[in-house]
């Protein structure tokens, strides 16, 4: 049996060109995403007709019954031939919106659950029309700065936990002086970790306390019981440092809540790794890193979609206090779309991404 094996942007295009080159009773036994292709696997009815004689000779009955199943196959992609053919050509721009997401690095999940609802007026004003609508958010300087408490900052190495530490304690202390603010970090570890924060908080006028252990973390959160806001700096770690474990089950029982850092420009799959390693109960919310650095940033929006981590600041750059900035979920969503062109919107629809619904209000 000859196949032949057809790849194109969409499954339009690679069943047109599957008749094309094997006819119409062409037998498709294959069909899958490649990346952002679809790739097909077809042969002709004729190739498929030696099987039919070699199991008569054999007397079997088993393929006879495999030949059946084929056919009825074949004639359900033919009826979907036909259903392609009647599709309006302006489908094939559905196609477009799909390649420009996965470009842009949204996952495939996300955007297949997008795209099958997407009304034809809608396209990409409508993709972030729903994005805006799922993706969480929270006032950074009301829940952190203002309603204060103990906040650890969790993250893998190189994310950006101390700058941004540094960020949010300058905050504070502009709205209720260094005396009711508590620096403490648990990264004795890194050379010149703990020296980089301190810097930062000789600046702002505020005592930077170093810990070693759950014991030391436990005994220095006590003493620090009458500050108004408290930010743990943490050691950073690779995702998949069994330490990170431990770190986890330190803070919880402490009741420590904790900021998630996310580096923008790690791919999706990074990004995966780092929530399913970080995250708890008492995650709260999260802080992209690196946004100036980004190529794209659909990595970490659609991370933060379907994990439902809300978004508190954004981060994009060194300067302290300069370069964090309130969540702005339009803002972000229409920076990550910039470059890309956006017409019509269509109101009145949510996506429930938990069971990969639509419903239109």
């Known amino acids: 049996m000859q196949t032949i094996t ?28 490649a990346g952002d ?37 074949q004639a359900e992609i033919k009826g979907q031939i036909e259903t392609l053919r009647r599709l309006p050509a302006s489908d094939s721009r559905v196609e477009k919106v799909r390649r420009s997401m996965l470009r842009m690095g949204f996952g495939m999940t996300l955007v297949d659950q997008l795209v099958q609802h997407m009304p034809r007026e809608g396209e990409l004003a ?6 805006e609508r799922n993706l969480r958010s929270v006032k950074g300087d009301r829940m952190i700065v203002e309603e204060g408490g103990v906040f650890a900052l969790v993250g893998p190495t190189g994310v950006g936990k101390t700058t941004t530490v540094a960020k949010i304690a300058a905050r504070a202390v502009v709205r209720f002086g260094a005396e009711r603010m508590g620096l403490v970090t648990t990264d004795s570890y890194r050379v010149g970790a703990h020296e980089q924060l301190r810097i930062y908080g000789k600046i702002l006028g505020v005592p930077v306390h170093t810990v070693k252990d759950a014991a030391d973390l436990r005994l220095t959160l006590d003493g620090l019981r009458d500050k108004h806001l408290v930010l743990v700096d943490t050691m950073g770690m690779g ?53 100036d650095e980004a190529l794209s ?45 956006t017409v019509g919107f269509s109101s009145g629809a949510t996506l429930n991404f938990a069971h990969g619904t639509a419903a239109h209000a």
């Open 239 to 291: 995702q998949r440092d069994e330490r990170v474990r431990e770190q986890n089950d330190q803070l919880d029982a402490l009741g420590v809540r904790r900021i998630l850092m996310l580096n923008a420009t790690s791919n999706l799959q990074t990004l995966e790794d780092v929530v399913r390693a970080y995250r708890t109960a008492q995650v709260v919310g999260c802080i992209p890193t690196k946004l």
């Open 37 to 73: 292709q679809v790739e097909m696997v077809a042969a002709s009815s004729a190739s498929m007709s030696p099987l039919t004689g070699e199991a008569t000779e054999r007397g079997g009955a088993a393929v006879p019954q495999m030949m059946q199943e084929l056919h009825r196959l």
């Open 297 to 341: 940033m659909g990595g970490v929006v659609d991370t933060m979609i379907r994990h439902r981590l809300p978004l508190c600041y954004v981060a994009n750059g060194q300067r302290v206090p300069e370069d964090l900035r309130e969540a702005h979920v339009s803002a972000l969503l229409h920076a990550t779309f910039n470059s890309l062109e």
């Open 6 to 33: 057809i790849r194109a942007a969409n499954s339009r295009e690679a069943l047109r060109q599957v008749r094309r080159e094997l006819g119409e009773d062409a037998l498709i036994l294959s069909n899958r995403r």
């Open 126 to 131: 409508w993709i972030i029309q729903m994005l």
